[in-house]
């Protein structure tokens, strides 16, 4: 027998809801579609109740005894729980980290250039990493660079809060910035306001 490929390319096997002949259990407690009990009938009877009303018999509760089912358009089900996955999906931000990168001997004006560049980053809700980099001899001066993070820090204060304090990384000196909570607040207020 060969050996099976590194990456398995077969389409993944995938779980189907117990919905109507695929449910199994002898007696179910059925819920009916405007939510009213039906009662602890038959398989048979359930199946029966859904294909009158042209509906579909969804096992919502295998854990309960007797399990309980619901009576609905499954179809109709699906669609909206993609749709709130979707909206749910399209609300979230997920949290990036950006970076400035700088020298310890950086000119006011390109400081301006990278504080700007920090606090849109901030605005944006995503994290910070300042970095300084080192360059041949420059790493003697790593108080210099610390004095500067700690600058950076300190103008940052009304959007930022500093998440790890600066350390030598290699021929880097690192520090991570994160956004104020109330600072989104306030954004989030003035926005709607």
Do not use: W
Not at 47 to 67: G, H, I, Q, T, Y
Not at 160 to 175: D, H, T
């Amino acid at each position: 027998m060969p050996p099976r490929p590194r990456f398995d390319r077969r389409a993944p096997v995938r779980e189907l809801p117990n919905i109507n002949d695929r449910i199994s259990y002898p007696n179910l407690r059925v819920v009916d579609a405007d939510g009213s009990q039906l009662g602890v009938i038959t398989r048979e009877a359930a199946l029966e109740v859904a294909r009158d009303r042209e509906l579909d018999l969804v096992l919502v509760s295998e854990k309960a005894d007797p399990p309980v089912c619901r009576i609905m358009d499954y179809g109709k089900y699906k669609f909206e729980q993609e749709k709130k996955a979707k909206e749910a999906k399209k609300k979230s931000h997920q949290t990036e980290v950006k970076e400035v990168k700088m020298r310890y001997k950086i000119d006011s004006h390109d400081y301006q250039v990278r504080i700007g560049q920090a606090v849109r980053f901030l605005k944006s809700g995503d994290k910070v990493k300042c970095t300084v980099i080192f360059r041949g001899r420059e790493i003697q001066h790593t108080a210099l660079a610390e004095q500067l993070l700690y600058r950076m820090a300190k103008d940052l204060e009304e959007s930022a809060e500093i998440q790890q304090p600066p350390k030598r990384e290699g021929r880097n000196m690192i520090m991570f910035l994160s956004p104020r909570k109330q600072a989104a607040g306030k954004t989030a207020a003035a926005a709607a306001g």
